[in-house]
């Protein structure tokens, strides 16, 4: 893998790690997640209009992703209200680089080397190794968290195909992404009311903010697996744990142990073999 596509890939997993803390940290996570749809709404079709449309083939690619990344939205948030961000991010993040390696493989056609498929098991395990409690995995919110981790391998892998077929990658990714942002306000708007989304309330602008810095921490993954293997690109992509847990450790006060700090050194020894 280019070694400039393994620093975009980074710089997106710290923007993503950067969003989540943002939904983590907030009262409302299903408004918030919301207000962030409507700011990658709005942005993505800001940029729609100066692009070409993706290539026909990819259009039910778009479709079915948008879908997919609003169950993505629910588990998400239905993850955090019952576990912290050290633990929830972890099993949904850590899960996804091996669960799109084996999707890849059987609706892509897509096969990995040796090093990149023990970098890509070392990232996983190491990044799932941080929601242990001593010896055992005591997540309040697992079985949300793994469907987390299944609605991120199947979008991913969506999208890794779409963007292909697209032939341009960022007007797919904006045209998805916009789908996307306006599926999610009309699921809310279901779920409660169009009243509840749009009064005032404070941290709109954060989350607005978080909706853009995800958009483009998205957009720079859908480029990499344009070219890229999707498992190789997913598994640099969840470094974001890394982020994660240092955010956690000094702005939400979670803990940082030995353990983590070991996990994450697994993590780096995968994420090198990777790239």
């Known amino acids: 893998m280019p070694f400039h596509i393994v620093l975009l890939i980074l710089f997106a997993a710290l923007l993503h790690a950067s969003w989540n803390a943002l939904l983590r940290g907030g009262a ?3 408004w918030s997640m919301t207000v962030m749809c409507l700011a990658v709404a709005i942005a993505s079709t800001g940029i729609a209009v100066f692009l070409p449309a993706p290539d026909p083939a990819s259009w039910f690619y778009v479709v079915l992703s948008a879908v997919l990344h609003v169950g993505y939205n629910l588990f998400l948030v239905r993850s955090y209200k019952v576990g912290d961000l050290g633990q929830t991010y972890p099993i949904s993040r850590g899960s996804s680089p091996i669960l799109i390696t084996l ?6 056609g897509e096969t990995v080397g040796p090093g990149a498929l023990l970098g890509i098991a070392l990232v996983s395990g190491g990044i799932i190794s941080l929601a242990f409690k001593g010896r055992r995995l005591a997540v309040p919110s697992l079985p949300y968290a793994l469907g987390t981790g299944v609605f991120i391998a199947a979008y991913s892998v969506t999208d890794g195909v779409g963007a292909r077929l697209s032939g341009a990658p960022l007007a797919y990714t904006v045209w998805m992404c916009a789908l996307w942002g306006v599926l999610m306000p009309m699921v809310y708007v279901g779920m409660r009311s169009a009243k509840s989304l749009f009064t005032p309330r404070p941290g709109f ?3 607005f903010i978080g909706g853009l810095v995800s958009l483009l921490a998205y957009g720079i993954v859908i480029y990499a697996m344009s070219g890229a293997p999707m498992g190789a690109v997913s598994a640099l992509r969840e470094t974001s744990v890394l982020f994660a847990a240092l955010i956690g450790y000094f702005f939400l006060g979670e803990t940082l142990t030995v353990r983590k700090v070991l ?6 020894t995968g994420t090198i073999l990777i790239g």
């Open 103 to 108: 999707f890849a493989s059987l609706f892509a």
């Open 263 to 268: 996990a994450c050194v697994v993590i780096a």
């Open 205 to 207: 602008i954060t989350a």
């Open 28 to 30: 409302d996570r299903l």
